[in-house]
Every structure is written in C-alpha cells, then in structure tokens.
C-alpha cells in the first residue's frame, strides 16, 4: 500500500483577498504582506469571481483537511481495498505535490 507523504504549505496560512478597485482584479494578502495579485476573466460573474476567490484563499485549510482525511481513512483501510474517496484524495495530492 502506498504511503501518502504530508503535504506543507510552507507558512501559507490566513490568505485573504480583497478587490483593487479595477474591475476584475483582486489582490491576495497574507497578514500585512501582499501575497498574489489575480486577474479573473471579466466573462466570469461577480459572484463567481468571489466564489473563485474564496476558494483560493481557503486552499491551505483545505488542503490540510484532505491530508488528514487522507490519513486517517489509510490507517482505517489497512488490509483492505481503499475506497473511491481515498482514492481520489491520493489523485489530489499527489496533483498538489506535483509526483
């Protein structure tokens, strides 16, 4: 069985975003220090966009929830077939990890 190797977001923690002020464009923030500046598609919808964004700045948490998912649900498949989820989350973060 394999092993799943911990993911670290390396200190990326309490992303926030917020928009400039030019229509479309959005600025990401960690603490007091700026982090990323994003671009969106102006064909995309304002509500989609904060949806986008959202997802973007809760992508640390999220990820470190599926690792531990991930995790546990190893330890408790021991011995047996994995199930589809556990076999998606590998996907996930063998994607993130780029392996």
């Not at 959005?26 to 969106?40: D, P, Q, R």
């Not at 966009?49 to 531990?68: G, H, K, Y």
């Not at 989820?85 to 973060?93: G, H, P, S, Y």
Request: proline share 3%.
């Amino acid at each position: 069985m394999e092993t799943l190797r911990t993911v670290t977001v390396n200190n990326v923690r309490d992303l926030v975003w917020r928009a400039q002020g030019d229509p479309d464009q959005y600025f990401v923030t960690m603490g007091n220090n700026w982090f990323a500046s994003i671009h969106l598609n102006g064909d995309i919808r304002t509500v989609n966009q904060t949806d986008i964004m959202n997802l973007i700045a809760a992508a640390p948490e999220l990820l470190a929830l599926v690792q531990e998912c991930a995790n546990f649900a190893e330890v408790a498949q021991r011995g047996r077939q994995p199930t589809s989820w556990l076999v998606n989350a590998r996907k996930v973060l063998k994607r993130v990890q780029g392996s």
